[in-house]
């Protein structure tokens, strides 16, 4: 299938910094990124969906001026949490779909774990 | 996107099959099926998809109900590898609009040596 990288795929940060995720297709064109976070032994839980070139839609609770999305091209899409606090510590998954024949199941990147000590 | 249940936990021998059944009585005539799971610490991984007719891929199968109100996902040789959280979704298919992906709480295979 096809690949989606993100990294970093560990990060611990001090409270109140800024943490950058980065989502990258590697071998297609994604139309659409989505963002998801997850907690210890919780279902994934989708905070936002990106498709390139224009604003991210967030879903219902998740901040958009605490949870910056960029998709400014078609292989990448960036999730910065700003002024990261303990509660912020998850897991977050990126996933991806492309167009034409890339656009049926979604492909995932690997995770990234923060920490906010 | 209509709603998947899924018993919370099942074990499994090694090198036997692995049968995960999922009921969705409330899916609607364009909505497919799809499979996905997720190994500890890792990203959601895709099994398979379909809409009505039993589909086979070199990681499992998915037999879907006549009716279309439940299914299986069939591991036929089950390795300790295949430990993992099995999601079954069910959403619009493959092209129209980019919808995501909504998890349940999904299957947690556990097999044993």
């Known amino acids: 299938g096809a690949v989606v990288s993100q990294h970093p795929s560990r990060v611990i940060c001090k409270s109140g910094t800024s943490v950058k995720i980065e989502c990258r297709s590697l071998?297609?064109?994604?139309?659409?990124m989505f963002w998801y976070r997850q907690f210890p032994k919780k279902s994934l839980m989708l905070m936002a969906t990106?498709?390139?070139?224009?604003?991210?839609?967030?879903e219902q609770g998740v901040e958009k001026d605490k949870f910056l999305i960029n998709h400014a091209s078609l292989t990448l899409s960036t999730l910065t949490v700003t002024s990261a606090h303990p509660e912020d510590s998850s897991f977050y998954i990126c996933?991806?779909?492309?167009?034409?024949?890339?656009?049926?199941?979604?492909?995932f990147g690997q995770g990234t774990r923060l920490t906010v000590v | 996107d209509a709603k998947t249940t899924q018993p919370p936990s099942m074990d499994c021998a090694e090198g036997r099959a692995a049968n995960l059944p999922c009921n969705h009585s409330?899916?609607?005539?364009?909505?497919?099926v799809y499979w996905y799971r997720q190994i500890h610490s890792q990203g959601p991984q895709y099994i398979i998809h379909?809409?009505?007719n039993n589909e086979t891929n070199e990681m499992a199968s998915l037999i879907i109900t006549e009716d279309r109100k439940s299914s299986t996902l069939i591991l036929p040789h089950a390795t300790l590898r295949d430990t993992a959280v099995y999601y079954c979704i069910v959403r619009a298919g493959p092209g129209g609009s980019a919808r995501q992906l909504t998890f349940g709480s999904g299957t947690q295979l556990t097999v044993l040596p």
């Open positions: 071998d297609f064109q994604a139309t659409t």
């Open positions: 990106s498709n390139e070139g224009s604003k991210a839609t967030y």
């Open positions: 409330t899916i609607s005539g364009n909505e497919y």
């Open positions: 996933s991806a779909r492309g167009g034409g024949s890339m656009n049926t199941e979604a492909f």
């Open positions: 379909g809409l009505k």
